[in-house]
């Protein structure tokens, strides 16, 4: 068991450091570029694909409550299959959630989050440029769970579905917290962002 959570751990630090590489070969030509690309894609597909597979073995193990049932390993585990998916398309998806969330449940907000960063992806926003959705959660000191997604966009708010993001302020005001949709400051794209407080964090 023990072995199974260090190559999962190393296998997400890796990915992680697959978006690094991915932002250094925006300096090669455009052949280079595109053959470094499809490679980091393939090594990309290929190591989610190991890590949903020891995520199962884990969950087999069925031995005690364990972090992989947790805010943290639910929702890196969808938003690389977004990933995917999004890169289709021609949008880059990356993810910084930090350790602070690994104590916390998914049930404390991560269908909220996941939820948003759909909607963002499914914008239907028009741009020149490569298109990067970024997300980042964290727990701030009022013990709040803070959702960022940054979407470099240039098409603005309005590309935003009103009526879509109205329903999830209104369910994140349910639930004490409260949703915000901004221009990025000093630059182009849009910000959203959610936040919303951690009854059930475990100790």
Same mark, same amino acid.
Not at 92 to 119: D, K, N
Not at 134 to 144: E, F, G, L, P, W
């Given at each position: 068991?023990?072995?199974?959570?260090?190559?999962?751990? #190393?296998?997400?630090? @890796? /990915? %992680?450091?697959?978006?690094?590489? *991915?932002?250094?070969?925006?300096? /090669?030509?455009?052949?280079?570029?595109?053959? @470094? +690309? #499809?490679?980091?894609?393939?090594?990309?597909? +290929?190591?989610?694909?190991?890590?949903?597979?020891?995520?199962?073995?884990?969950?087999?193990?069925?031995?005690?409550?364990? /972090?992989?049932?947790?805010?943290?390993?639910?929702?890196?585990?969808?938003?690389? $299959? +977004?990933?995917?998916?999004?890169?289709?398309?021609?949008?880059?998806?990356?993810?910084?959630?930090?350790?602070?969330?690994?104590?916390?449940?998914?049930?404390?907000?991560?269908? !909220?989050?996941?939820?948003?960063?759909? %909607?963002?992806?499914? $914008?239907?926003?028009?741009?020149?440029?490569?298109?990067?959705?970024?997300?980042?959660?964290? &727990? #701030?000191? %009022?013990?709040?769970?803070? !959702?960022?997604?940054? #979407?470099?966009?240039? $098409? @603005?708010? *309005?590309?935003?579905? &009103?009526?879509?993001?109205?329903?999830?302020?209104?369910? &994140?005001?349910?639930?004490?917290?409260?949703?915000?949709?901004? @221009?990025?400051?000093?630059?182009?794209?849009?910000? !959203?962002?959610? +936040?919303?407080?951690?009854?059930? %964090? $475990?100790?």
């Amino acid at each position: 068991m023990t072995n199974i959570r260090q190559m999962n751990r #190393d296998l997400v630090a @890796g /990915l %992680q450091g697959l978006d690094q590489v *991915e932002f250094g070969l925006r300096c /090669l030509s455009a052949p280079e570029r595109d053959l @470094g +690309m #499809d490679l980091t894609v393939a090594l990309r597909d +290929m190591m989610s694909c190991r890590i949903d597979r020891l995520g199962f073995e884990l969950e087999s193990e069925n031995d005690g409550p364990a /972090l992989e049932h947790g805010f943290v390993d639910r929702v890196e585990h969808d938003l690389r $299959a +977004m990933a995917r998916k999004a890169r289709l398309r021609g949008v880059r998806l990356t993810c910084q959630l930090t350790s602070s969330l690994r104590a916390v449940p998914f049930s404390a907000g991560g269908s !909220i989050l996941l939820g948003l960063v759909e %909607q963002a992806l499914s $914008a239907p926003v028009g741009t020149g440029s490569e298109r990067t959705v970024s997300v980042t959660a964290t &727990i #701030d000191a %009022q013990q709040r769970l803070v !959702i960022s997604i940054e #979407d470099s966009a240039q $098409a @603005g708010r *309005e590309c935003y579905s &009103i009526r879509d993001l109205g329903r999830w302020r209104r369910h &994140i005001g349910e639930l004490g917290g409260e949703l915000r949709l901004r @221009g990025v400051p000093f630059g182009s794209g849009t910000t !959203i962002q959610a +936040m919303l407080p951690v009854e059930h %964090q $475990a100790a």
